[in-house]
């Protein structure tokens, strides 16, 4: 019976989506590039949310794509989170670039990251021309200067392409880590993202194609309706599913994957086997799933060389959800979301051979995992704090 309150089990969705109005843009410099086309081809407006934005060449590159927009006219609204600048100071070339004055809360906080994590060098602040010429457009609206919690990553293109998923501005998006973007082209999803954003409907899963949101403005305080509907996914499981997730924790995703595999489910589970945070607290998940269904042959865990920073899940080879939340608290509650939902089975397959190639240089979990117990407490400690801070 299906629970009170969640919506009805897949297998009644019906109005499959046509597969050729959303496309798997893939990862790394090819679905950049992809995007990249997208902002250099736009005509009328550029809406970009960006939970992060790095002052190095992807940056630039993205920075000098939306000037020339502009300057043909078309309207820009870029909203960008000033909460990211401590990640923008940590990683990379640690160079952020649009928050460029370090102010000491998060100057104190990436300085305690980088010493946590091992990350070397000075994050002190260079000019950069090309953004105070974005700030300084008239056709170009930059917000940056508030703390959004906004942590999607979304390109709206003359109202008629949304692409989303998880990939932030930066050359280690680009070059180095494993991220997966998505796109859905026609103006009724755009109108309908912007009705999910707003809160004036509620997600409905027989639509084929809609949109899992949390939003701190539409929402109620410390109530996340997109969490309920993502579990609701994984128990509607009843063949496989395909899991690439870049931060895991949360034990109400852990024990959904955890009663799949018990109930028969295949599960394939891709992460990172080295995480650039919350690393000790996915090798413990990792290795929980491990301990609660006994490891069968239908689980299997996947680690790779290269960070994953991709959010997937891809159920009974038909449905898909995907784009920037995790599965932690934070993504359920305190930071925005933007997740595409889908019931098209050529899109899910896509997806399932995008991550199944990103596996080629993984290893198979098949004895325990080991971490630093000290860090996954530390790690522990800071996801509670910041979602008591933030919900």
């Given at each position: ?55 190095d060449e992807a940056g ?39 928050h460029k004055r370090v ?190 269904t006994g490891a069968p ?95």
């Amino acid at each position: 019976m299906q629970p009170v309150g969640l919506p009805a089990p897949l297998h009644q969705v019906s109005n499959p989506v046509d597969g050729g109005a959303l496309r798997v843009l893939g990862s790394g410099d090819v679905a950049f590039q992809a995007i990249l086309e997208r902002v250099r081809g736009a005509k009328k407006s550029i809406e970009i949310r960006a939970f992060l934005w790095r002052d190095d060449e992807a940056g630039n590159l993205l920075g000098e794509a939306v000037l020339a927009a502009a300057d043909r006219g078309a309207q820009v609204t870029i909203h960008k989170d000033r909460i990211a600048a401590v990640y923008e100071y940590t990683g990379g070339n640690k160079q952020s670039f649009f928050h460029k004055r370090v102010d000491p809360v998060r100057g104190f906080q990436a300085w305690l990251l980088g010493a946590v994590y091992r990350a070397p060098g000075s994050f002190k602040q260079r000019p950069n021309a090309l953004a105070e010429r974005l700030l300084a457009h008239p056709k170009i609206t930059v917000e940056h200067n508030r703390k959004r919690f906004d942590h999607s990553k979304v390109y709206i293109i003359d109202d008629r392409i949304v692409a989303l998923g998880s990939m932030g501005v930066g050359d280690n998006h680009r070059h180095e880590w494993i991220d997966v973007m998505v796109e859905a082209e026609g103006e009724e999803h755009v109108a309908r993202l912007r009705e999910r954003m707003t809160g004036h409907d509620e997600f409905d899963p027989s639509r084929g194609l809609d949109f899992l949101v949390h939003s701190r403005e539409a929402h109620r305080k410390r109530s996340c309706p997109m969490i309920s509907h993502r579990l609701a996914l994984i128990e509607a499981a009843r063949e496989s599913l395909t899991v690439e997730m870049a931060y895991l924790g949360d034990r109400r995703f852990t024990a959904a994957l955890a009663r799949a595999v018990q109930r028969g489910v295949h599960l394939k589970l891709v992460t990172a086997d080295q995480a650039d945070v919350l690393g000790a607290t996915n090798r413990a998940t990792c290795d929980m799933l491990r301990r609660l269904t006994g490891a069968p042959e239908n689980l299997t865990i996947v680690l790779l060389p290269r960070m994953v920073h991709s959010k997937v899940v891809v159920i009974d080879h038909r449905w898909s959800d995907v784009g920037s939340a995790n599965f932690t608290a934070l993504s359920h509650g305190v930071y925005d979301e933007i997740n595409l939902y889908a019931d098209s089975a050529p899109f899910a397959r896509a997806l399932e051979a995008e991550i199944d190639a990103h596996c080629a240089d993984g290893r198979i979990v098949d004895q325990k995992l080991t971490w630093k117990r000290a860090f996954s407490g530390l790690e522990a400690a800071i996801v509670a704090y910041q979602a008591r801070r933030g919900g």
